[in-house]
């Protein structure tokens, strides 16, 4: 994994971000060391699959993602979630699923790629002391920011903490400063539908591309 997301695993916290993607025709997962490691995974270890992924989900989150996979399979629809899954030690795992679409080189939708993004209760205090360092920067530019971070809660029914976690992780894999993300994603939440089930994938969609699309930036995106 690119960027700064990948410095704060390696800095021990190997259960806040991590990468997969799904290719449609084939059926087949890939997912990154952390997603392996967030399951209870050693990297390798075992190939991921629908049923191993459906397999490990929280009793009462399984139906719900089994027919977010079936969505993507049918439509196209980006691989986005919010749910629960159980490791292989048993323990409870709260995450945010962020997705946008993979296109070949002919512009043919092939796949849906994304991020796990763990939101368990412990993560926010296992990165604390990371995110204090854009205490000046969040000082600076509060209303925005703040205002972000409600979108966010709404968005993806978390609490503040965790809506600060995901703004200021994607302002480090991009390479964004945090005020100019927030401001870019409140400049553009006019264009996004109200009140329609599209509206989920259509905010990861932004949420995912607001790099490419800040000043003309080229920066070091997932996709």
Same mark, same amino acid.
């Given at each position: 994994?690119?960027?700064?997301?990948?410095?704060?695993?390696?800095?021990?916290?190997?259960?806040?971000?991590?990468?997969?993607?799904? +290719?449609?025709?084939?059926?087949?997962?890939? +997912? $990154?060391?952390?997603?392996?490691?967030?399951?209870?995974?050693?990297?390798?270890?075992?190939?991921?699959?629908?049923?191993?992924?459906?397999?490990?989900?929280? %009793?009462?989150?399984?139906?719900?993602?089994?027919?977010?996979?079936?969505?993507?399979?049918?439509?196209? #629809?980006?691989? $986005?979630?919010?749910?629960?899954?159980?490791?292989?030690?048993?323990?409870?795992?709260?995450?945010?699923?962020?997705?946008?679409?993979?296109?070949?080189?002919?512009?043919?939708?092939?796949?849906?790629?994304?991020?796990?993004?763990?939101?368990?209760?412990? *993560?926010?205090?296992?990165?604390? #002391?990371?995110?204090?360092?854009?205490?000046?920067?969040?000082?600076?530019?509060?209303?925005?920011?703040?205002?972000?971070?409600?979108?966010?809660?709404?968005?993806?029914?978390?609490?503040?903490?965790?809506?600060?976690?995901?703004?200021? +992780?994607? $302002?480090?894999?991009?390479?964004?400063?945090?005020?100019?993300?927030?401001?870019?994603?409140?400049?553009?939440?006019?264009?996004? %539908?109200?009140?329609?089930?599209?509206?989920?994938?259509?905010?990861?969609? *932004?949420?995912?591309?607001?790099?490419?699309?800040?000043?003309?930036?080229?920066?070091?995106?997932?996709?």
């Amino acid at each position: 994994m690119p960027g700064r997301a990948a410095e704060i695993i390696a800095a021990g916290r190997p259960q806040a971000v991590g990468s997969f993607s799904f +290719w449609f025709d084939e059926q087949r997962w890939e +997912w $990154s060391d952390e997603v392996a490691r967030m399951h209870g995974y050693q990297p390798d270890a075992v190939e991921p699959t629908t049923e191993l992924l459906l397999a490990h989900k929280h %009793p009462d989150d399984r139906a719900q993602v089994a027919e977010t996979i079936a969505r993507s399979l049918d439509t196209g #629809e980006p691989f $986005s979630s919010r749910h629960r899954f159980l490791d292989t030690t048993g323990v409870v795992h709260h995450v945010i699923v962020v997705a946008d679409r993979i296109l070949d080189d002919t512009g043919t939708l092939v796949g849906t790629a994304g991020y796990y993004i763990d939101v368990t209760d412990t *993560l926010a205090e296992q990165r604390r #002391e990371t995110l204090t360092d854009t205490l000046p920067e969040v000082v600076e530019a509060r209303a925005v920011i703040e205002q972000v971070k409600g979108i966010l809660m709404y968005v993806y029914r978390i609490d503040s903490d965790r809506a600060f976690d995901v703004l200021r +992780w994607r $302002s480090q894999e991009t390479n964004m400063k945090l005020r100019d993300l927030a401001g870019h994603l409140l400049a553009e939440l006019h264009t996004l %539908p109200s009140g329609t089930a599209a509206s989920r994938s259509q905010f990861d969609h *932004l949420l995912l591309t607001a790099h490419l699309h800040h000043d003309g930036q080229a920066t070091t995106g997932h996709m």
